[in-house]
């Protein structure tokens, strides 16, 4: 039972004055553990009793405050920490085996040959293909500590050739995408709030600066957050120095203000982009440039996390989560939103219940007390209590959505379909479009392409419904052309091609090219007046 008493034993030092209630809490599980142990008429493992023991006691507290194991510790680590230890592949499962969409440059896997298309068969000797392996067992085999050797036989064509890789430390981006919107309009994409990505950002704003970027769209849609240093550190980016971006306090935590630290911020014209999964430091960047005037919030009301979990480390290598104190925008707005504690279904089906009462697709159906009003630095009114509210509001399009392309996507098919057109016809398309600009003005997805991805799907048991596939034809090929490019070029070819048919891109890039409409956005308004 060491695991139960190492928790216990951090529980007493942490307290040094243990009330009184705590105590007998204690000794009371501490009996229950010895009792269930000596008296159970099988053997138990305490381990796993106390692990589950901890779960249940944090359940009934807040959605956020959580536990993880060894494992999950060091997954969340390398996805926030901006690199792992690997062999430097990017892969994709097509049925039962694993190919290679393209190496990192200069990666491990580069340098020994290894090339996109390949079909890695066995590591170590050991057979992967065909093994229905989960993607932590694929990485398990690959992963490794840098300097270390792993054996990978690949498929090419008809070949096996054996490679000998050693692995290193592999970088992992926060920026999905990085262009030119139109001329003098910036965008970037931001996919997580990671250690790296203030120099990221900053890396891709000089080099749109250098292409004659003057304004910039921030896309944080579908951003869940990261690092709180990270989005302060953004926010710096933008807001003068000493402003605050965020401050947080708690029942046993003072407050403590974080302020933007840069003597020269990028001064152009800015639009974040948020919707319904822009969640923690996204929301702590939204709400910043929201309170300080700095820019316009387009798409929709985001997340509503604003938790602050301390990280506790156990001595099994395990970690709690543990919430203790709340987020605060410079104005002074709490965005978490409402939950009951020890009741985490409701908080789960938050989103699916907006969906339900029209927010996705209807500004009116969102109504928030004046009690909720707070005042930017600029006087202008913005609500607290339960997500960032965009000064702009952009519904959800569903007009191309059906049933049909939502089968035909969620279970896979489509990136199979694009996954086996790329592993076949990879040259000639690299041959024939050395980059993503040639590309996307000479190929396009035909209509027999789209027939093969109907029979692949039909092969996949999907029931094919003939008007739904007419309503949602143009976004599928859409869609399967992305995905090639995405598998084909570098740089948020995915993006760039999925983002000509996004409303809110589409509102940001109109926005923001309107300088009289940006400013008068930007100004306060008389409450009689319509709602932007």
């Known amino acids: 039972m060491n695991k139960f008493y190492t928790i216990v034993a951090l529980v ?31 053997t138990v493992n305490a381990d796993q009793l106390a692990e589950n023991a901890i779960k249940g006691m944090l359940k009934e507290l807040d959605p956020h405050s959580t536990y993880l194991t060894k494992e999950e510790v060091k997954q969340m680590n ?11 592949v990017r892969y994709q499962m097509e049925r039962d085996t694993l190919v290679v969409i393209n190496t990192v440059i200069g990666g491990p896997s580069e340098k020994v040959g290894v090339m996109a298309g390949d079909r890695i068969i066995a590591v170590n000797d050991s057979s992967i293909a065909g093994q229905k392996m989960t993607t932590k067992d694929i990485q398990g085999r690959l992963r490794g500590p840098k300097g270390t050797l792993v054996k990978v036989t690949v498929l090419r064509e008809q070949d096996k050739i054996d490679f000998t890789i050693t692995r290193d430390k592999i970088p992992l981006y926060s920026v999905d995408a990085s262009y030119m919107a139109a001329k003098g309009i910036g965008y970037i994409k931001i996919s997580r709030f990671a250690q790296t990505t203030p120099i990221e950002v900053t890396t891709a704003i000089a080099k749109l600066t250098d292409q004659g970027m003057k304004h910039l769209i921030i896309d944080l849609q579908g951003n869940g957050g990261g690092y ?19 401050y947080t306090e708690g029942r046993r935590e003072s407050r403590k203000n974080h302020f933007a630290s840069l003597n020269s911020p990028f001064t152009g014209r800015l639009v974040v982009l ?46 709690i989560r543990l919430t203790i104190a709340h987020y605060y925008t410079p104005s002074g707005r709490c965005i978490q939103k409402p939950y009951k504690k020890g009741d985490s279904e409701d908080y789960r089906k938050d989103l699916i219940t907006r969906y339900k009462n029209g927010e996705y697709t209807s500004a009116d159906s969102i109504h928030l007390p004046d009690s909720l009003k707070f005042l930017t630095n600029g006087k202008r009114t913005v609500y607290g209590g339960g997500g960032i509210m965009p000064d702009v509001f952009v519904p959800l399009d569903t007009t191309k959505m059906t049933k049909t392309h939502r089968d035909i996507v969620a279970r896979g098919t489509l990136n199979r379909w694009v996954l086996a057109y790329f592993r076949d016809h990879q040259k000639n398309l690299h041959a024939k479009f050395q980059n993503f600009e040639k590309f996307d003005a000479g190929f396009d997805i035909t209509d027999q392409m789209l027939d093969s991805l109907i029979v692949s799907s039909r092969a ?18 859409m869609q399967m052309k992305a995905y090639l490019a995405n598998d084909l070029y570098e740089g948020g070819a995915y993006n760039r091609i999925m983002n000509r048919r996004a409303a809110a891109y589409k509102e940001a890039v109109q926005l923001i090219s309107d300088e009289k409409r940006y400013n008068a956005i930007l100004q306060p308004k008389d409450e009689t007046s319509a709602n932007n």
């Open 12 to 42: 007493l030092c942490v307290c040094t004055a243990v009330k009184a209630d705590i105590r007998t809490a204690l000794s009371e599980m501490q009996n229950a553990m010895l009792y269930t142990d000596y008296f159970y008429v099988d």
């Open 78 to 88: 390398e996805g926030l920490g901006g690199n792992f230890e690997g062999i430097g």
């Open 228 to 246: 709180l240093e990270s989005a302060v550190q953004l926010s710096s980016i933008f807001l003068n120095r000493g402003e605050i971006v965020v």
């Open 274 to 319: 948020t919707d319904e999964e822009s969640a923690s430091s996204s929301e702590i960047f939204a709400g910043a440039i929201q309170d300080w005037d700095r820019g316009v919030i387009v798409g929709r009301r985001s997340f509503g996390k604003g938790l602050v979990q301390r990280p506790i480390d156990l001595p099994s290598g395990a970690m």
């Open 460 to 477: 996949d048991s999907i029931t094919i419904d003939s008007a739904e596939i007419a309503t949602s034809a143009d976004l599928i090929k």
